[in-house]
């Protein structure tokens, strides 16, 4: 079944209050996209550059990892509710990062509450199957700017251009989260479905915020290509508490590739306006950047550089932050 959701949208001057939480805990799954970048580039364009669909394109499997984190939220009654922030890319690793992370008994036993999609990528996407194989049923929000072709995948489609299947398909709700506003998900949790063009002819990331009583407010985030500057200000117009910014973590698409530009050491330097008091980024933000942060002082988180994460300068794979 799908359905639509409409957002709550903010009146002007009016930020609207999420609720609060006690505490917010992430765990990087996997933050690794893929194992080898330049391979990965040379087949993005042999399938026709940035512009062409990534559904028309075939990716070697084996250079395929993928992008997957477990959000664990204490509400202020201690209750525990379970948030999976997005499904990876290889379903064999994703099977195999799950068991490491005990990811799998939660999938198997219904403690988690909804697979959240942050965008249609490849690398936090075409993993589902392993994520169905546990939790058929499992509710899944989707950006409401999802392609069919992203829908048809979770009714377990096949793209013979691409070379995949879906061989579980998804039985249970999927709501397409709409643009334009706030959804509120739990107590102290809300998300922002931010509409616009992306690589690989997709559209549209939704992000998450949580709001830590006495703390302040976590952002957290897939590849974040809306920019994490617009993650911010965003939340500091619209959410009440929303300019008390505690914590960051995710994929922040600053320098996602190799080497960093002026300009997107500029946006590193910008973040520095807000006081974040713990960073976690990974995946999609880059070495540089993560380096240049420390540089500058901000609260990095680093990991253990276990489990195929090979750099302990930021949080990698099976690393923990608690907000
Ligand atoms: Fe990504
Ligand atoms: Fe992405």
């Given at each position: 079944m799908i359905e639509a959701r409409q957002p709550l949208v903010p009146a002007a001057g009016k930020p609207l209050a999420i609720g609060a939480c006690r505490a917010v805990t992430v765990t990087a799954v996997s933050e690794v996209g893929w194992w080898d970048t330049p391979r990965m580039m040379a087949e993005m364009k042999a399938g026709g550059g940035p512009a062409a669909c990534q559904w028309d394109i075939r990716f070697d499997p084996e250079n395929a990892a993928g992008s997957c984190s477990l959000i664990e939220i204490e509400g202020l009654d201690g209750s525990i509710r379970r948030i999976l922030l997005d499904a990876g890319w290889n379903p064999e690793y994703m099977a195999e990062r799950f068991r490491a992370t005990g990811v799998d008994r939660l999938l198997r036993d219904g403690g988690i509450d909804f697979l959240f999609l942050s965008h249609e990528h490849l690398d936090h996407f075409w993993g589902i199957e392993a994520v169905l194989r546990l939790a058929p049923e499992i509710p899944i929000l989707v950006p409401g700017t999802l392609r069919e072709e992203g829908l048809a995948w979770l009714r377990g489609g096949t793209f013979p251009a691409a070379g995949i299947a879906n061989r579980v398909p998804h039985r249970g709700t999927v709501v397409r989260m709409l643009p334009g506003g706030v959804h509120r998900l739990l107590e102290g949790i809300a998300s922002v479905t931010f509409d616009l063009p992306i690589l690989l002819d997709i559209r549209g990331e939704q992000s998450l915020y949580a709001n830590v009583a006495g703390q302040g407010l976590v952002c957290i985030t897939g590849c974040c290509h809306q920019g994490v500057l617009s993650l911010v200000d965003y939340a500091a117009a619209h959410l009440e508490g929303g300019s008390q910014a505690y914590g960051l973590y995710g994929g922040l698409h600053?320098?996602?590739?190799?080497?960093?530009?002026?300009?997107?050491?500029?946006?590193?330097?910008?973040?520095?306006?807000?006081?974040?008091?713990?960073?976690?980024?990974?995946?999609?933000?880059?070495?540089?950047?993560?380096?240049?942060?420390?540089?500058?002082?901000y609260p990095v988180v680093g990991g253990s550089g276990r489990g195929g994460s090979m750099d302990t300068c930021h949080l990698g794979n099976g690393d923990s932050v608690r907000f």
């Open positions: 600053i320098a996602p590739f190799s080497g960093m530009t002026e300009e997107q050491a500029g946006i590193v330097r910008a973040l520095g306006r807000y006081g974040f008091r713990k960073i976690a980024a990974n995946h999609c933000t880059g070495a540089e950047a993560v380096a240049l942060m420390r540089e500058l002082g």
